[in-house]
């Protein structure tokens, strides 16, 4: 196809580039943690959306290099935060099955002098299926590091209670299909209640994905949501603040 052909020639370094979307704090209004997340622009096909090219990129093997660009520029990038602001960073499946993807990750954040613990890595069931054994040896690895994980999209995948049973993970994501439609089903209110408490007993921070209202996060925090991202608090951008929430909080 187009793009898999312009994605074997992109010149990743000016091609690609990163957004930034906070997760907030809903008791405070403070950052829990930065979302990173990719940006491909082609000179011919114009901008690619992440889930279109990252698949693709697992098809014709790219997707190592764009991670180690990806995650160079987000290093770079952190460096002029302020540090008490920590961030994520998404894992591909075929970055977690590869031993020497998980070395130069650690090697770097090392060589950065960025403290590990600001530093979550977002992986998917999706990519923990593929090969259970060495994602849980690569997960071990991250946080040994001193660095977090979380679960992303949790719900949508093999939703298996072994991730959460044989894993150490730091954060659980409650993926967005679960909050979507939060104000009216009772279904979708027994799911993420059954999802804090479980958070909760085993002591893993929970984020709830995808809110775009106020009636929303409303439902959300009275169901005891502590953590949450979505269009409500800010869109994914170029640039954000560093600054609290007040006006949806108030
Ligand atoms: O960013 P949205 O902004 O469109 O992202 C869509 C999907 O692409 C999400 O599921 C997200 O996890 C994935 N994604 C975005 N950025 C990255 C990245 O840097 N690496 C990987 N592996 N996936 C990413
Ligand atoms: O799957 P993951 O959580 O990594 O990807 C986040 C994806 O969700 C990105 O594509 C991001 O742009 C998108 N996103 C973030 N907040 C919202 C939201 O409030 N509503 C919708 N529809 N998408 C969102
Ligand atoms: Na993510």
New binding site residues.
């Given amino acids: 196809s187009r793009i898999e052909q312009g994605l074997r020639q992109a010149d990743l370094e000016t091609e690609l580039s990163l957004v930034f ?1 906070p997760v907030y704090n809903l008791a405070t209004g403070d950052i829990y943690s930065v ?1 990173a ?1 990719a940006r491909w622009n082609n000179p011919e096909l114009g901008f690619v959306p992440p889930d279109v090219f990252f698949p693709m990129a697992e098809k014709t093997g790219r997707v190592n290099d764009l991670t180690r660009t990806l995650f160079n520029r987000l290093l770079a990038e952190v460096a002029t935060w302020p540090e008490h602001i920590g961030f994520s960073f ?1 894992l591909s499946a075929h970055d977690l099955a590869i031993s020497d993807m998980m070395n130069w990750l650690i090697a770097r954040i090392e060589q950065s002098g960025i403290a590990p613990k600001r530093i979550t890595f ?1 992986v998917t069931e999706t990519a923990i299926l593929r090969d259970f054994d060495a994602a849980r040896h690569h997960i071990d690895r991250l946080r040994q590091c001193g660095a977090r994980v979380a679960l ?2 949790f719900g949508i995948g093999f939703s298996s209670l072994r991730y959460i049973h044989e894993l150490d993970i730091d954060c659980l ?1 409650i993926d ?1 299909s679960f909050i979507t439609p939060i104000v009216t089903n009772p279904r979708s209110q027994s799911i993420v209640k059954t999802v804090f408490d479980m958070c909760e007993n085993f002591g893993i921070d929970c984020v709830v ?4 209202t106020a009636e929303q996060c409303d439902v959300l925090r009275h169901f005891g949501a502590r953590y949450a ?4 608090f800010a869109r ?1 951008a170029a640039k954000f603040s560093f600054d609290p929430l007040v006006s949806v909080l108030a």
Avoid at 209 to 212: D, F, I, P, T
Avoid at 229 to 232: D, R
């Fill in positions: 979307q979302e997340l998404n977002e992303d999209d994501k967005r994905e995808g809110v775009e991202q979505g269009y409500l994914p």
